[in-house]
């Protein structure tokens, strides 16, 4: 069965740093390439970055090129999104997704920006 | 950006009713392989969001036929027959053709 669990939710002020992780089970992980998508409350679904199954390529979102890197380790299955500078735009749930289609989703993690 | 635009925003269906949901692209989704990368996905309340349809008419794995979908270049359609209790949530198409990938902006499905 496919597992994607996301961790690192929490509350932030403005202008900070945080990093967000996704264990991968159930798939042989370093075969696909790797999504993170948010959700602002009450809204609907945003992509913001892709990491190629070998890292040789990553694409970014306007919205957080320059912010966020998206990276992952193939040794221990797994996916992380490093997000500086933080905004309260950022404001949302983080999902993992697999694959180009995004065919599995983790459960989400909420990111909170607040002073 | 490829922009993706969903109609109608909200629909209500009656159990075992039938409903289609709309989603245009402002350029043609046809990639440079000849294939055309438009999904279809459904977040039920309090849930991820799941994939229903891939490359505009292909069912993912466990996905009832009661879901199908069609469409070609910009225009791409979503029907659901015989709608039941669990298919109520927010349908969203999505493009995977270009990057950045770029979702509708939801179509909200309720009882009637």
């Known amino acids: 069965e496919v597992q994607l669990v996301e961790s690192g939710e929490g509350l932030v002020q403005p202008g900070s740093s945080m990093k967000l992780s996704c264990v991968a089970s159930?798939?042989?992980?370093?075969?696909?390439?790797m999504n993170w998508i948010r959700q602002a409350p009450k809204k609907g679904l945003e992509w913001i970055a892709l990491?190629?199954?070998?890292?040789?390529?990553?694409y970014y979102a306007d919205s957080v090129k320059g912010r966020f890197t998206i990276s992952r380790d193939n040794s221990k299955n797994t996916l992380y999104l490093e997000m500086n500078s933080l905004r309260s735009e950022d404001t949302a749930m983080y999902y993992c997704?697999?694959?180009?289609?995004?065919?599995?989703w983790g459960q989400g993690v909420m990111v909170t920006v607040s002073s | 950006d490829v922009v993706m635009t969903q109609t109608p925003v909200s629909l209500s269906v009656s159990l075992g009713g039938q409903v289609s949901i709309s989603c245009r692209s402002s350029q043609s989704l046809v990639h440079n392989n000849g294939n055309t990368y438009l999904s279809w996905y459904l977040q039920k309340p309090g849930q991820s969001p799941q994939l229903l349809i891939y490359?505009?008419?292909n069912r993912f794995s466990g996905i009832s036929d009661r879901f199908s979908g069609s469409g070609s270049g910009t225009d791409f359609t979503l029907k659901i027959s015989r709608v039941e209790p669990d298919d109520l949530g927010v349908y969203y198409c999505g493009q995977g053709t270009q990057y950045p990938r770029t979702f509708g902006g939801g179509t909200k499905l309720e009882l009637k």
């Open positions: 990491i190629y199954y070998d890292s040789s390529s990553k």
């Open positions: 997704a697999k694959g180009g289609t995004f065919d599995y």
């Open positions: 490359k505009v008419s």
């Open positions: 159930g798939f042989t992980f370093s075969n696909y390439g």
